[in-house]
């Protein structure tokens, strides 16, 4: 399906599924398949889980969740590491569902990998940390920046590429503030269509983080917002969406953002199904939505008077009284 550019000049819509297949009444699934990932991310609150092996979903699981659903979002960890994957996109082709991943686009570097995924997708939003080597293995504690431009020449090199809705994930941190402009430069000649930004402010994700208290941002300080603005700018100037996650602009009332993710509405039609401790949390977007609003960051949050609350992996952590552990103390 070859999408209408023209849709992502509209900056009211509540969802960008919902208004590229202009359906605003989707089901739409998003299935966090397994927590195995080929990076350690400085920031992943992955660990802020208790790992097992029974976490991954098994087969009639997926089946089952994915029955009645129009889009089926495959998330992780890193979804590429499940075998089942290329299976599981073929399947939703086949019975007539739209299929998003997201991923870190490291095994995008194998081409037969890239070639079984992108033939079944509809949307792919990659996470970047930085296009910067240094910075991006240092924020994803490896040494993969080579296999991750290889990942990327694959994805453009594939016939499938050009009917993908592609975006883009970018976590603020300090290690990468300063380089926030070179990010959307340089994945130009990939097209993306959008960008999502995220800002972590403790507590609101657990896990390494902890470990790396230098990293933890300050949303009101000049340099944070002179480079968030200059970013907006630069994305508006060339016609890409940006979405915040709910706390990232809540600090800044200027920002000039196409939707808040506190304040996008997926509402009932929402689905996610996550394996944690051998137990399936099967939740909606509804259920979580102000649930959890009290914070001491949420007191001097200048947009608190409608913002929805925090986002959902903390009521996971809250709800299920899962510990964070420090790195090194992981669970067997």
């Given at each position: 399906?070859?999408?209408?550019q023209?849709?992502f000049?509209?900056?009211?819509?509540?969802?960008?599924?919902?208004?590229?297949?202009?359906?605003?009444?989707?089901?739409?699934?998003?299935?966090?398949?397994?927590?195995?990932?080929?990076?350690s991310?400085?920031?992943?609150?992955?660990?802020?889980?208790?790992?097992?092996?029974?976490?991954?979903?098994?087969?009639?699981?997926?089946?089952?969740?994915?029955?009645?659903?129009?889009?089926?979002?495959?998330?992780?960890?890193?979804?590429?590491?499940?075998?089942?994957?290329?299976?599981?996109?073929?399947?939703?082709?086949?019975?007539?569902?739209?299929?998003?991943?997201?991923?870190n686009?490291?095994?995008?570097?194998?081409?037969?990998?890239?070639?079984?995924?992108?033939?079944?997708?509809?949307?792919?939003?990659?996470?970047?940390?930085?296009?910067d080597?240094?910075?991006?293995?240092?924020?994803?504690?490896?040494?993969?920046f080579?296999?991750?431009q290889?990942?990327?020449?694959?994805?453009?090199?594939?016939?499938?590429?050009?009917?993908?809705?592609?975006?883009?994930?970018?976590?603020?941190?300090?290690?990468n503030?300063?380089?926030?402009?070179?990010?959307?430069?340089?994945?130009?000649?990939?097209?993306?269509?959008?960008?999502?930004?995220?800002?972590?402010?403790?507590?609101?994700?657990?896990?390494?983080?902890?470990?790396?208290?230098?990293?933890?941002?300050?949303?009101?300080?000049?340099?944070?917002?002179?480079?968030?603005?200059?970013?907006?700018?630069?994305?508006?100037?060339?016609?890409?969406?940006?979405?915040?996650?709910?706390?990232?602009?809540?600090?800044?009332?200027?920002?000039?953002?196409?939707?808040?993710d506190?304040?996008?509405?997926?509402?009932?039609?929402?689905?996610?199904?996550?394996?944690?401790?051998n137990?399936?949390?099967?939740?909606?977007?509804d259920?979580?939505?102000?649930?959890?609003?009290?914070?001491?960051?949420?007191?001097?949050?200048?947009?608190k008077?409608?913002?929805?609350?925090?986002?959902?992996?903390?009521?996971?952590l809250?709800?299920?009284?899962?510990?964070?552990?420090?790195?090194?103390?992981?669970?067997?």
């Amino acid at each position: 399906m070859k999408i209408d550019q023209n849709i992502f000049q509209n900056s009211d819509f509540k969802s960008i599924y919902s208004r590229v297949y202009n359906a605003e009444s989707l089901e739409i699934g998003t299935l966090e398949l397994n927590l195995r990932c080929n990076l350690s991310c400085i920031f992943c609150s992955r660990e802020a889980h208790v790992f097992k092996k029974s976490e991954n979903l098994i087969l009639p699981e997926i089946l089952s969740f994915i029955e009645n659903k129009d889009i089926i979002v495959f998330c992780g960890g890193e979804a590429l590491l499940d075998s089942r994957l290329p299976y599981l996109l073929e399947y939703c082709k086949k019975t007539g569902k739209k299929t998003a991943l997201i991923s870190n686009g490291i095994p995008f570097s194998d081409p037969k990998i890239c070639k079984s995924i992108l033939e079944n997708l509809d949307f792919l939003t990659l996470s970047v940390t930085s296009v910067d080597s240094k910075i991006y293995n240092f924020m994803t504690d490896s040494n993969q920046f080579s296999l991750f431009q290889k990942g990327l020449e694959n994805i453009m090199k594939d016939p499938h590429e050009k009917n993908l809705h592609k975006s883009i994930n970018i976590v603020l941190l300090n290690s990468n503030i300063n380089y926030l402009q070179d990010i959307p430069l340089f994945f130009e000649k990939l097209g993306m269509h959008s960008v999502f930004l995220y800002s972590l402010l403790y507590p609101i994700y657990l896990g390494r983080l902890l470990d790396f208290p230098q990293e933890f941002p300050n949303p009101t300080s000049e340099i944070f917002q002179k480079n968030l603005m200059n970013l907006c700018n630069l994305l508006k100037s060339k016609n890409k969406i940006i979405r915040f996650e709910n706390m990232s602009s809540c600090f800044i009332p200027e920002i000039d953002a196409d939707f808040v993710d506190s304040e996008e509405n997926y509402g009932k039609h929402s689905f996610y199904l996550k394996k944690i401790n051998n137990k399936l949390i099967s939740y909606t977007r509804d259920s979580i939505v102000g649930t959890y609003k009290k914070s001491f960051r949420c007191e001097s949050c200048l947009k608190k008077n409608y913002c929805r609350g925090l986002p959902e992996v903390a009521k996971i952590l809250f709800e299920n009284k899962i510990t964070p552990f420090k790195r090194g103390n992981k669970e067997k």
